[in-house]
């Protein structure tokens, strides 16, 4: 693995670690660029609170450790500083806002929640139907269409519990409007690595049919968690066996 844009910190509240450790699990592990995509903050009124993600008056802290990481081991890895966000059309121009005085390089699309996150409708529930299929596809279209997006991680991460034709059609508006929108789809190791539902192998498959440019992430939430060789092989089983184009991009782009 050359570069691996996928990584969080402890600042949202569900991942473990010194940031300066995630740096040297991946120069040990061969990685020559590492890009940090901790969950951006989010603004929500009412005084809601997502437990989900770094708080507002952390980005300062997250922005100054990456960057000066960035300097002190530019001789040995190429680190860029990111973000991991949702697209939630009500709050997303003032998520932008938020992070707009920040020097960050690229932002990826990961779509946690339904509507908002104000439904509180996880996609990870097992057994979600196709309506709950229906709003993600059209959230992350629209999240796709902002052009804020350097890549699209986990597109296969809603557990659904429908038939396999609402999957494939579902599937296909999602995979045919990112490939239109030339935004390259994540297989995400971090669900190889824990064994949960996604990566789907009826969305990958579909992604074949389509074309879509394929990218991996590992989606470290601990440090030694970067550009594990089993998680690779099993994401290369995936990329091989379908006929999947995998790209490997240096740079991020915003
Ligand atoms: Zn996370
Ligand atoms: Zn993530």
């Not at 104000?118 to 139907?129: A, F, Y």
């Not at 059609?169 to 045919?176: A, K, P, Q, T, V």
Request: charged share 25%; net charge negative; proline share 6%.
């Amino acid at each position: 693995m050359i570069a691996n844009f996928h990584t969080h910190t402890y600042r949202c509240n569900h991942a473990s670690g010194t940031d300066r450790e995630y740096v040297e699990s991946a120069i040990r592990a061969g990685v020559k660029v590492l890009g940090f995509s901790d969950h951006s903050p989010y603004w929500f009124p009412n005084d809601y609170y997502s437990t989900h993600r770094m708080k507002p008056d952390q980005i300062e802290d997250y922005v100054g450790s990456v960057l000066s990481l960035k300097e002190e081991y530019k001789n040995d890895i190429k680190i860029h500083l990111g973000f991991e966000a949702e697209y939630y059309p009500l709050y997303f121009d003032k998520m932008l806002e938020m992070i707009a005085p920040y020097p960050y390089e690229y932002l990826i699309l990961g779509q946690h929640f339904l509507e908002n996150e104000k439904s509180h409708i996880h996609v990870v529930k097992p057994g979600l139907g196709y309506d709950a299929l229906s709003t993600y596809v059209n959230e992350c279209i629209a999240g796709l269409a902002t052009g804020k997006f350097f890549y699209f991680a986990h597109p296969d991460v809603l557990n659904f519990g429908g038939s396999p034709e609402a999957y494939r059609s579902e599937s296909l508006r999602l995979c045919r409007a990112a490939k239109k929108m030339n935004v390259p789809l994540e297989i995400n190791l971090l669900g190889i690595r824990e064994n949960r539902a996604y990566p789907r192998m009826d969305f990958w498959r579909i992604a074949a049919e389509v074309g879509n440019d394929v990218i991996f992430g590992s989606d470290s939430h601990k440090p030694d968690a970067t550009a594990l060789a089993d998680d690779i092989e099993a994401g290369m089983k995936i990329v091989n066996s379908l006929g999947l184009h995998l790209i490997e991009p240096w740079e991020p782009k915003l």
